[in-house]
């Protein structure tokens, strides 16, 4: 009974401690994804006042728009934006930050620039990560459509932000070495990731446990295995406020539960041994018992001779009719 109470209460408060430290893991995550969430959104709104700005500058004399001077002396964010773009209807290169366009290039073909040409709303739309024509290197397009005072589409102003300015500002946080952050679109694609390891941006979420959860609520948590590199970690994603974007923080599980499952070997080790203990010293009392029980039952037998000895000398000394010598 004293080892079934003390296994039983073992266990108890070892699941009452995996619970505890799977919580307080949510929670930390929870605590980086809030503040990742505001962060992202600060340089989503700063893109987009760059865009905002750029778009009433070229629209008021675009004969006398110089995009780089404005980029250089605007509010353009130098330290993570690449590009500065402006494209026309027919989605053609008019205007990079770059330096001057030396060479007809058309940008009709890239997602960012047909999702505004077919678009009626005046909202800023952010792609999925692909690699600039003039630079050759990974970059997220930030997009505002631009309009003729008719009303009719007369192109697109573009800021190209760096991806893997975003990784390496995530990748400062401390979250263990299996720990991820992610920042990825409604759409599943993920915008960036750190660590990033040999995984480019642009790969897809769509129907993992992410964002079926984040289907399901905007802010929330959830345990699940990583698609890119097969590390179970326990999320927490918080969507980025009125943008569609979401910010997932991940510590890995096996980090997390390190010490938890530690101190559980060393609790299941010592509640053996005092098992042990118990089993021997019960095995000594019950051992002792039995040959106290058989010496009992000696002394009752020979006990029992010796009555039935006196009794039949007694009976025979009753019935002889002779004496004895």
């Known amino acids: 009974l004293g080892i079934a109470i003390l296994w039983i209460g073992l266990l108890y408060s070892l699941s009452v401690e995996h619970q505890a430290t799977i919580d307080d893991a949510f929670d930390d995550t929870n605590d980086f994804a809030r503040a990742l969430q505001e962060q992202t959104a600060g340089i989503v709104r700063a893109i987009d006042q760059t865009l905002l700005y750029a778009r009433a500058a070229y629209m008021r004399a675009p004969d006398q728009f110089d995009i780089t001077q404005w980029s250089e002396h605007g509010g353009f ?9 402006i494209i026309d209807k027919f989605g053609q290169l008019r205007a990079s930050s770059l330096g001057p366009i030396t060479t007809p290039l058309d940008l009709s073909d890239r997602e960012h620039f047909r999702t505004q040409a077919a678009s009626t709303d005046d909202r800023l739309v952010i792609g999925q990560p692909v690699t600039l024509h003039l630079t050759n290197i990974w970059a997220i397009q930030f997009t505002r459509r631009m309009v003729n005072a008719d009303g009719s589409f007369a192109g697109v ?50 129907n993992t446990a992410l964002m079926r959860s984040f289907a399901q609520t905007s802010n929330g948590r959830v345990s699940a295995v990583s698609t ?27 980090d997390v539960l390190a010490k938890w499952e530690y101190d559980q070997g060393s609790h299941l080790a010592m509640a053996g041994v005092v098992s042990v203990a118990l089993l021997v010293v019960t095995f000594s009392i019950v051992l002792h018992q039995s040959h106290l029980h058989r010496a009992r039952e000696a002394l009752v037998e020979s006990e029992a001779r010796h009555a039935e000895k006196s009794r039949l000398l007694d009976v025979t000394l009753q019935n002889m009719d002779q004496g004895i010598i």
């Open 77 to 85: 964010l130098t330290s993570s934006a690449l590009q500065l773009a």
């Open 228 to 254: 890119v590199d097969g590390v179970k970690r326990l999320y927490s994603y918080r969507a980025v406020e009125d943008y569609p974007l979401l910010v997932a923080v991940g510590m890995g599980e096996r």
């Open 157 to 206: 102003v573009s800021v190209s932000l760096d991806p893997f300015y975003l990784t390496r500002f995530y990748a400062s946080l401390n979250l263990g070495p299996e720990g991820a952050v992610v920042l990825v679109g409604t759409d599943g694609i993920i915008r960036a990731r750190a660590p990033n390891g040999h995984q480019m941006p642009g790969g897809s979420l769509t």
